[in-house]
Structure formats: structure tokens, C-alpha cells
């Protein structure tokens, strides 16, 4: 049985919020008079990750993802709700905790900024006490693995968006930390910069099966990367499942597009819904929860000669969408 490194019991996280009346009269009265409330960032969630996990934690903007990551390593105090990260407390242990655990947030960067990142690398090979032939040939690794070698000795003020953000997760490995919290890594990036990160994410998980913490906007990210997902709406989880089976569970259409070698012009299927067709094609969607595509193959097959065949799911992104959407209307 797989060792649980990050357990999640009934957390709740509560904020208290400022609530300001327009104009100036409304700004003098709520100055003198200040009225605050209750907003639920976290509602009652619980989950558990296994070590050499990969999990995306997904939801719309303000769904509570980058307040459960906060809590998780130590930064926020819940409101109420248990919490353990390696064995630890994060709130209480938060000091040891960090030397075990790396973090990025695409929003807040932790290298200086007027300092070349090989400055900022160094500096943080001596708070987190690493032995200095362990750095040199962690470092090493690293800078390979990212390609940053061309500047390192370039202040990060002066690099683009994908050169910082490959160094930012460069400087939250450069203890190697059994787990890695990533909260929008590649935001913002190429496709180049995006494909380099993943790569070495799962390079990085695959040889020293380091648990994985992923939010992101970009479904990319977690087709590429996590078996596993955990969808959050509302302060609360509505999706807890292997990534496959968002496809499954809520694959609501497939799109079929056949080209024949003979005309069908008089062909009409009694399901689905036609998209497109022409003298020598025909593309078909179907609701793939009521309706066989083995049937639709079947009539295409009996009838004409197919040159060509190509079937396509709903993309996850358009899944995940109808998910939040669901929920927002529940």
C-alpha cells in the first residue's frame, strides 16, 4: 500500500472581508463603521495524496485552490480541520516542513530580482543546508534538464517569462523536496517552455518518485502530467477521480468523420447530428452516452467503401468547462 505524504481532513478556511460602500460618503461610513463578512474560501474538504503522486487540484479562478496550497504549506492557518504534510502539522511545523517540501507560485517569485539566478541558487543551497557536492551535482542536473545555462549570470530582471520560471522551479528543487507544490507553473508560457517543464517534471517524478501538487489553468498540464484529478468549486471538492475517467464520466459526445470512395449523397443516419457533408464525406455527432459508434461504423461499412476514418472525444477542456459550469448552477 502506497505511503500517505499529504492527508487532508475536513479543512475549512474562512476569511473575514471588508464590505465597502460606493462614493464618498459610503468610504466615511464604512471607515467609521466598518462592516465585515464571513467568506468561505474552504468548505469541509478531505482528500489524500500518496507519495510519487502527481495531482492536479483544478477549478475556476477563486475556487479556493491557492488558499488549500497555502495551507498545505504552512503559510495560512485553517480555520478549522486536520492537516498533515509528511508527518507534520504544516501551520505548527512549518520551519522543518520546509526543508522537505518546494513551491512555486506563478505569481510570486521567490528569486532576486536584481540578482542573476546562480546568485539566488547559491544562496539557497546554504539556507537549506545542503551538503555543497550534493548541490553542485543536484544544481547540475538541474541546469541541464531546464536548459539555463545560457543565464545563469543574467539578472532575472532582464529574462523573459519562461527563462524566470524555469529558474523559479529550479530554486524550489535545489534541495531535492519529496514534494513539490506547483500552483500555475506555466502560466503564461510557449509551448516550448511548457513541453520542457513537463518534461522534466515527470523526469523528476519518475527517479526520485517526488509527490507532485499541481493547479493550473491549462489542461495541457494535466493531461500531460497527473493520473490523477481533484476538481474544487466553491470551496468545495466536486471531482475526485483517476484523469481518464473525467472522460468517462462525463464524455458527452463523439465527433466520427468518415471519407468514402464512393458517392453518399442519399445516405441519412438515423442518430446523431451531421456537422458536415459532401458528395464524398460525411461528419457525424453523436451523444456517445445513448448512442453506439460501433452501429454508425457498422452502417458505414455495409454501405460504402470507407477511405478514411477518424473518431474524436469531447476535449477535456470543454469537459472540465461543463463541470464548473454544473456545478456554478447547482
Known sequence: ??????????L??????????????????????????KVSAINDISFEVSKGEIIAF???N?????TTIKVLTGILYPTSGKVSV????????????????GSVFGQRPQLWYHLPPQDTFDLFSKIYEVDPKDYHERLDFLISAFEIQDFLTIPVRKLSLGQRMRSEIVASLIHNPEVLFLDEPTIGLDIIAKQTI?????????EH?????LTSHDVADIEALCERTVIINHGQII????????????????????????????????FGKILNKSKFSITIEIDAKKDSVNELLDIFLSKYKVADLVITDTPLEEIISSIYLEAKHD
Open 86 to 101: 509528511l508527518g507534520m502539522t504544516p501551520w505548527e511545523k512549518r520551519q522543518t516542513l520546509a526543508f522537505k517540501i
Open 198 to 206: 513537463r518534461e522534466v517534471l515527470r523526469k523528476i517524478n519518475r
Open 62 to 66: 477563486g475556487a479556493g485552490k491557492s
Open 58 to 60: 483544478i477549478g475556476p
Open 1 to 10: 500500500m502506497a505511503e500517505t505524504i499529504i492527508s487532508v481532513k475536513n
Open 12 to 37: 475549512n478556511k474562512d476569511f473575514l472581508v471588508k464590505r465597502k460602500e460606493s462614493g464618498f460618503g459610503g468610504a466615511i461610513r464604512t471607515l467609521l463603521n466598518p462592516k465585515f463578512e
Open 239 to 270: 471531482f475526485d477521480d483517476q484523469t481518464e475517467n473525467l472522460r468517462k464520466q462525463y464524455l458527452s459526445t463523439k465527433v466520427i468523420k468518415a471519407d468514402f470512395e464512393t458517392p453518399i449523397s442519399d445516405f441519412n443516419p438515423k
Open 209 to 213: 518518485k517526488t509527490t507532485i501538487f
